[in-house]
């Protein structure tokens, strides 16, 4: 009887947290399809003749309002400044953070625990306290919009994160492995390679994915250290809204291709995040 | 400061309420089953979506002339609900949206951190017969909390400087009815050019955020600590 | 012959000597048409450029690059971009920023004196902090040397009203426009604000646009109760947000019909105004109005709102700029386009005509521009007189700010032809439109804590309390930087 009513409660909270974040979600994507006009209706239109309009728009760059004006978009290059920017910020976090993460986790060397700290200080310094003096020291040395300029200074936002999500995971990794690989006769980089990295993965799959995500989504960074050349699509899907219309269809759609390359991510990520359960039971 | 009540009310009941509601994902999720496994993606999308862009679309969502919200919320007997246009409810629908958007922080966190905790205390309580709920708080819960502590720093960090969302909707409005420190600093640099005035309030700001991780990280470091001693026993 | 003395009627009329209005007695006097007219200045006007006495190579080479607003403005200057370098072999380069996030963009490149932008887009407000502040360059320097300028430029076809709004001393409570003042930017296209209307619902209703702001009210409430067997939702619909924005187009075009002020004045030390009686019987009959009839989610409301619930048919009629109601009616991915009438509105039952606050966006120079010169040459020739007609007759660039182009029949045809009654609401209103506010520094501290009252007041509070609040709040902000 008791099992009854849980399973009948577990039930209820899936249909209540699918309803609650996927609702918005689909409806983003079901107005992708719509014209401004059938959007805006007082009483909403479920049946509508879906049009393909947006999209072709967004990738031709160039909207036609017949009798009106041209409507010039710029969200290929966009979503191009994106990736570069996000997929380089993931990268060079990666490439640092991991070792790093490790170092903190693994050797209790003096003045590490502030090091860590001043790191995840980053993380909290208010975008709106460095963004001007960043924007004019950036002038000054020429880095004034540059993707180098700005993976720089994402890695405040994506190398605290990664920094200290992926070190509670190799604080919970057993020394005792590693140094059996180690006695083996293994260097210090190999048993890190094949030991701890693996073990960490999980750990690291999600901070990766988060990192991607805060990354993708910055907005306030590349807005004033860039020109409208690299703005990345979240700055880029602003400039739809013009003096005479809310195009609601287009956004709609310039959300839906804008989620499309990180939700691709978490589908390949999704496979490590579920390895490390397999691998617990080496750990403690 | 008259932002306070609002300052204090906005950020503690978002955080609880995504803390809980991602640590009741995290557990619904954490058996691997296909619908599992689709939703720990699909649960991800609110936060893929850039918060300034989920806020213009949460705007028409609850229009009251064009919303599909509140035209189904008409059905139930809820008719013009005031959203973020009434100090009543403005604090209400800032929660909402930032309840949507970064739940699924607290989620993928915690789920990774649950599928990556050890068997061998569950397989010993099983062994045991002891009951669900003693699993959960003596032994899942205990394992969980660095992570629960990691996930829930970094959403106070960003919730003390959470801006999209609010200037979005509210821009600390009606009246100063949501008025928070990040959004006067926004005004105060970008609107009024008060570039210096500004940067004094952001430095309070860094220092509260300063001193909020500072207890947040020894209590960090405790408790990995004792979690770690709990299971060597 | 009468068309000889036409002639030297209008080179009096292009080089700013003589009104429009009288350019237009004259005409009539000697029996010339609108269209002949016209078209007598067209031939006089759109002499080729470079043909003059006019280096407009000066500058051949070089690149310059603007800072600039998505808006159709822009659409139209880059239309015709082309011409431009054709003339002066010049390189124009341009970044385009959203709205929403463009004056961010602004304020960060003029605060940190990047020399990476040369000109930039802006209304007359932002000057008040821009001007006093060095970030933007007195054009007087340019506009009055002739070796700069070319010499058809004709500044003084530009309407008075604009060219004075974008100018002042820097001293608070100084009128722009005054002696002393600076040409902190130059007018290029502006907003009137009027009433837009759904003519098909106001057909329905049996009604004619609002002759005052009792009617307006009575109207609006009429709208909002017949809202459910209708296909509108509400009566009037006017920006609300918690921004100086809320403060300038219909609500200040409102109050300052009704003769009231933001500020008294006396003598440099200014005082807040908003709390006198008669302000506050207007802001009771306003905060009834928008609390009854407005839109229900009012407080988040925009430009973009405003126009977009009229052109979808939420809204029977909006106060707020002509050109808004414009934009929503040309483009044809609205519900209602098509469907607008314009109306000059005067709030004041006792008052005879109306007096819009004006928005003007303007073009200003950047004060850390390294190519200044450079940049002057795109400016007098974007909103000089024969990219000006381009763009108010090929594009979207209106209001245009020159005289010849609203004198012109191309223009008049293709507004009559678009926009019932708009150009007699441009007629009505023009001679009552200027900046209504006390020229200050704190501009935008002071609107914006204005509309958040607004705000209180339409969810609420009591008005005589709420304004006596935001007097005294005012106050001591002006006293903290020495103005009160």
Same mark, same amino acid.
């Given at each position: 009887m008791s099992i009854n009513v849980w399973s009948i409660l577990k039930f209820f909270a899936y249909v209540a947290i699918i309803m609650f974040f996927l609702f918005p979600i689909a409806w983003i994507f079901n107005m992708s399809f719509m014209t401004n006009d059938e959007i805006l209706r007082k009483v909403p239109v479920l049946f509508y003749e879906p049009t393909f309009k947006n999209y072709i728009g967004l990738w031709e760059g160039e909207i036609a309002i017949e009798g009106f004006a041209t409507m010039y978009v710029y969200f290929k290059q966009n979503l191009i400044n994106s990736a570069i920017l996000s997929v380089g910020s993931v990268s060079v976090t990666l490439l640092l953070g991991v070792p790093a993460a490790y170092a903190f986790a693994r050797y209790k060397f003096k003045g590490g625990e502030d090091i860590a700290f001043t790191l995840l200080s980053f993380r909290f310094a208010p975008a709106l306290l460095i963004i001007l003096p960043l924007n004019l020291y950036f002038s000054e040395i020429g880095l004034y919009d540059s993707y180098f300029a700005l993976i720089w200074v994402y890695q405040l936002i994506t190398l605290p994160l990664l920094l200290w999500i992926v070190r509670g995971y190799f604080e919970d990794i057993s020394p005792d492995i590693e140094y059996a690989y180690r006695l083996d006769g293994h260097s210090w980089f190999q048993s890190f390679w094949k030991i701890s990295i693996p073990l960490a993965k999980p750990g690291i799959a999600a901070a990766s994915l988060l990192c991607f995500i805060y990354a993708w989504n910055n907005f306030v960074f590349a807005l004033i250290l860039g020109s409208s050349q690299i703005q990345p699509v979240t700055v880029g899907a602003l400039a739809f809204i013009t003096a005479s219309a809310i195009p609601y269809g287009l956004i709609a759609c310039g959300i839906v291709v804008s989620v499309l390359p990180t939700l691709i991510l978490a589908l390949f990520i999704q496979k490590y995040l579920v390895q490390g359960l397999s691998l617990g039971a080496i750990k403690g | 400061m008259e932002y306070d009540k609002s300052f204090f009310n906005l950020y503690f009941f978002t955080i609880i309420i995504e803390l809980l509601l991602g640590l009741g994902i995290a557990l619904l999720l954490a058996k691997r089953n296909w619908l599992n496994n689709i939703l720990g993606v699909l649960l991800v999308l609110p936060l893929m979506i850039a918060p300034a862009l989920a806020s213009l679309i949460w705007r028409l969502l609850i229009n009251p002339n064009f919303g599909i919200v509140n035209y189904l919320l008409s059905f139930i007997g809820i008719d013009d609900f005031t959203w973020a246009s009434h100090p009543d409810t403005v604090l209400f629908t800032l929660i909402m949206v930032d309840v949507w958007v970064f739940t699924p922080f607290i989620m993928i966190l915690l789920l990774a951190g649950l599928r990556s905790l050890p068997r061998q205390p569950f397989e010993a309580a099983e062994l045991d017969g002891v009951p669900e709920y003693y699993k959960f708080f003596r032994i899942t819960l205990p394992m969980l909390f660095p992570f629960i502590l990691t996930a829930s720093l970094f959403r106070l960090l960003e919730s003390i400087q959470q801006f999209d969302i609010i200037y979005a909707l509210s821009q600390g409005g009606p009246g100063e009815s949501s008025m928070v420190f990040q959004v006067s600093a926004y005004l105060q640099t970008f609107q009024y050019t008060n570039i210096g005035k500004a940067a004094a309030m952001m430095v309070v700001l860094w220092a509260i955020c300063y001193f909020l991780c500072h207890v947040f990280v020894q209590q960090w470091h405790k408790l990995k600590i004792k979690t770690k001693g709990e299971l060597l026993q | 012959?009468?068309?000889?003395?036409?002639?030297?009627?209008?080179?009096?009329?292009?080089?700013?000597?003589?009104?429009?209005?009288?350019?237009?007695?004259?005409?009539?006097?000697?029996?010339?048409?609108?269209?002949?007219?016209?078209?007598?200045?067209?031939?006089?006007?759109?002499?080729?450029?470079?043909?003059?006495?006019?280096?407009?190579?000066?500058?051949?080479?070089?690149?310059?690059?603007?800072?600039?607003?998505?808006?159709?403005?822009?659409?139209? &200057?880059?239309?015709?971009?082309?011409?431009?370098?054709?003339?002066? /072999?010049?390189? +124009? %380069?341009?970044?385009?920023? !959203? *709205?929403?996030?463009?004056?961010?963009?602004?304020?960060?490149?003029?605060?940190?004196?990047?020399?990476?932008?040369?000109?930039?887009?802006?209304?007359?407000?932002?000057?008040?902090?821009?001007?006093?502040?060095?970030?933007?360059?007195?054009?007087?320097?340019?506009?009055?040397?002739?070796?700069?300028?070319?010499?058809?430029?004709?500044?003084?076809?530009?309407?008075?009203?604009?060219?004075?709004?974008?100018?002042?001393?820097?001293?608070?409570?100084?009128?722009?426009?005054?002696?002393?003042?600076?040409?902190?930017?130059?007018?290029?296209?502006?907003?009137?604000?009027?009433?837009?209307?759904? &003519?098909?619902?106001?057909?329905?209703?049996?009604?004619?646009?609002? /002759?005052?702001? +009792? %009617?307006?009210?009575?109207? !609006? *409430?009429?709208?909002?109760?017949?809202?459910?067997?209708?296909?509108?939702?509400?009566?009037?619909?006017?920006?609300g947000s918690r921004s100086w924005a809320t403060i300038h187009p219909g609500f200040m075009s409102a109050y300052a019909n009704y003769g009231l002020v933001d500020f008294e004045n006396n003598g440099g030390k200014l005082k807040a105004a908003m709390n006198s009686q008669a302000s506050k019987d207007f802001h009771k009959q306003w905060v009834k109005m928008i609390a009854s009839s407005g839109p229900a989610n009012w407080s988040g409301y925009t430009w973009y709102e405003v126009g977009n619930d009229i052109g979808a048919g939420a809204s029977a009629m909006i106060f707020d700029a002509d050109i808004l109601g414009y934009f929503f009616n040309g483009n044809p991915d609205n519900k209602e386009a098509g469907n607008f009438g314009f109306h000059g509105f005067t709030p004041n039952p006792s008052a005879s005509a109306p007096t819009p606050n004006v928005w003007i966006w303007s073009l200003a120079m950047s004060n850390f521009s390294k190519k200044k010169d450079a940049a002057w040459y795109w400016m007098q020739w974007c909103n000089g007189p024969e990219n000006a007609m381009a763009g108010g007759v090929k594009h979207n660039q209106v209001n245009p700010v020159r005289e010849s182009v609203w004198a012109s029949g191309d223009f008049d045809d293709k507004i009559r032809g678009t926009s019932p009654g708009y150009m007699e609401q441009y007629n009505s209103s023009i001679d009552g439109s200027k900046i209504h506010f006390t020229a200050q520094p704190l501009f935008f501290e002071t609107t914006t804590e204005w509309a958040a009252a607004l705000q209180e007041m339409q969810t609420g509070s009591n008005v005589d309390e709420t304004l006596d609040k935001l007097a005294s709040k005012i106050d001591r902000m002006m006293k903290d930087v020495g103005l009160a």
């Open positions: - | - | 012959m009468s068309h000889s003395k036409m002639k030297s009627a209008i080179d009096t009329f292009l080089k700013g000597k003589m009104s429009r209005r009288d350019l237009l007695i004259k005409a009539g006097r000697y029996g010339i048409g609108f269209a002949a007219l016209t078209k007598l200045m067209g031939m006089q006007v759109t002499s080729a450029l470079a043909a003059q006495d006019f280096d407009w190579k000066k500058h051949s080479g070089t690149t310059i690059k603007l800072l600039m607003n998505k808006h159709p403005y822009m659409d139209s &200057m880059i239309a015709e971009l082309d011409n431009f370098k054709a003339l002066t /072999g010049m390189n +124009v %380069e341009y970044d385009i920023f !959203a *709205e929403d996030v463009y004056f961010d963009k602004v304020t960060a490149a003029l605060s940190s004196k990047s020399s990476e932008y040369d000109a930039f887009m802006t209304g007359a407000y932002m000057t008040w902090t821009y001007g006093p502040a060095g970030w933007c360059a007195d054009l007087n320097d340019f506009i009055q040397d002739s070796n700069k300028t070319n010499p058809s430029y004709n500044w003084n076809d530009v309407v008075g009203n604009l060219r004075d709004a974008c100018s002042w001393s820097g001293v608070a409570g100084d009128v722009p426009g005054a002696a002393g003042s600076k040409q902190w930017c130059m007018p290029w296209g502006f907003e009137l604000n009027s009433v837009t209307y759904n &003519m098909r619902y106001f057909e329905k209703a049996g009604m004619k646009p609002p /002759g005052d702001l +009792v %009617e307006m009210t009575d109207q !609006a *409430e009429y709208f909002t109760k017949n809202a459910g067997s209708n296909e509108w939702s509400y009566g009037i619909g006017t920006r």
